[in-house]
Structures are given as C-alpha cells and as structure tokens.
C-alpha cells in the first residue's frame, strides 16, 4: 500500500484527499510527516500542501455536510493523531462518493471514528477552559502554561477572549511550543522561551516560568491555598469520585495542589 507523508496542516490534509480523487488513488495509507513510519518496500509519497487543492476539498465538504459534522472533522484533526487522520481521509472519500447525506450513517466505522475522535478532543477544551489558572507578570499580562492532550488552542481562544475582555493574557502551549496572546483587541499567535517543570510528587506538577511573575503572586497563591482548605470538609472527602471528574493530568493547572 502507497504511504501519503503530508506536512501535519489541515491544508496538507485536504490536499491529500484532493490528490486521491485527482488520480483515483482512494486505498492509501496516510500519515504526518512528524509521525511517518514510511514502508520500506512499498510506495512513500510525499504530498506537498496546496492552498488551491485544499480550498476546493474544504469547500466541496461544505456543501456535503453540516456545520456540526465539519466541526467534528476539525475536533477530530486537532487530535493529531495519524489513526485520526487515515479516518478523516477515508471519511471525506466517502462522503464525496455518496450521493445522499451519510454524515449519521455511525455504521461506517471512519463515521464512528471521527465522532469518537472529536468527543475526544472536545473534553478537553472544555476541562482546558475549567481547569486553566492565570498567573499575574511584572508586565501587568496574565500567563498560562499547559500541556494538553490535543491541540486544543484553536479552539479554546474565543472562550478566554469573550470572558477576560478586559486584561491582556497569554495562555502557551509549551508542549507544542506555541500560544496566543490578547492584547485587549485581538488575539496573536506567538512562539516564545518557556520551561515547564514535573514535580514528580504524588500530588501533581508544578510550573516554573521563564517571564518574571508580580512579586505578589506568592500571597495570592497563598491566599487560595488558605482558601481551599477552609472550606474542604475532610469527613466528606471522595478521592475516587475527585479524580473521576479532575484527572491527576490535570493538577498541574491547580495551585491548591501544588506543596505547601
């Protein structure tokens, strides 16, 4: 089987699919170029982005299915996954071989992957949009490390701009080592010098930053520390069900988890 290598973007994607039509290539496996485990006895076959290809598979998927289903599809990207991949390749095969509507046909097994990739992505936007702690800079700017499971930036962001309107904020990626920062108008992508530390402690990780934090960070972590623990009531206390709903994953976010 011909392995397609593309360059991991949405665009390169969709040029894949636009090449497997243009040929009538449909039986191929498809993988990113970061992830490529290239067949050394078959056919590898570099597939170069095509803003013009792309756009024309983008549209053409637009008049096929709905706006929910071209969100799962991007949900489903965001995984960056190659198996989320080959299913998003076979799945826009499908839907352009069809004639009708089979965007809820869940007995096609790339359907029912994909929707099983974008519920995927989809929780953790939304434990990124809970869990999410600023921190206070000397530059008067609010910032943010994470390390989510997907890449989920794109979009988180609309979320953070319409509830923090009034203060500037950069939440990063520094597992992807990139993020966005709003400057109280728009939002900007940047790339910037970061370090992110594990604890190795039992109760979660810790975060170090490379940008000075405002000298009265420590008393407001202090502060919610205190907080916390006032208001938990220790005969009650159901580890079980705690991290059944905040994954350890994720108390790295959480100051109240970090040592005393």
Not at 10 to 22: D, V, Y
């Amino acid at each position: 089987m011909a392995v397609w290598v593309f360059d991991g973007t949405l665009t390169g994607l969709c040029s894949c699919i636009f090449r497997a039509f243009q040929f009538r290539e449909f039986t191929v496996q498809i993988t990113a170029n970061n992830q490529a485990q290239f067949d050394l006895l078959g056919e590898n076959i570099y597939v170069t982005a095509n803003e013009h290809h792309a756009q024309r598979v983008w549209q053409g998927l637009q008049h096929k299915l709905s706006k929910q289903a071209l969100q799962q599809l991007h949900y489903a990207f965001l995984s960056e996954k190659n198996q989320a991949y080959q299913h998003i390749f076979n799945y826009c095969i499908y839907v352009f071989q069809q004639q009708q509507s089979v965007e809820k046909n869940y007995g096609q097994a790339d359907i029912l992957a994909i929707s099983q990739w974008a519920k995927q992505v989809g929780r953790e936007k939304h434990r990124m949009e809970a869990f999410i702690r600023f921190k206070k800079t000397k530059e008067q700017f609010y910032v943010a490390l994470i390390r989510p499971d997907f890449n989920v930036i794109p979009i988180i962001q609309r979320h953070f701009k319409q509830r923090y309107q009034d203060q500037k904020w950069l939440i990063y990626d520094d597992l992807r080592h990139y993020g966005i920062f709003y400057d109280l108008d728009n939002i900007h992508q940047i790339e910037m010098n970061t370090q992110h530390i594990d604890s190795n402690l039992d109760n979660g990780f810790q975060q170090q930053f490379m940008i000075a934090l405002d000298d009265d960070e420590i008393l407001y972590d202090q502060l919610w520390k205190d907080y916390f623990h006032s208001v938990n009531v220790k005969e009650r206390q159901n580890l079980k069900l705690h991290i059944q709903y905040v994954p350890k994953r994720y108390w790295r976010y959480l100051n109240e988890k970090w040592p005393t």
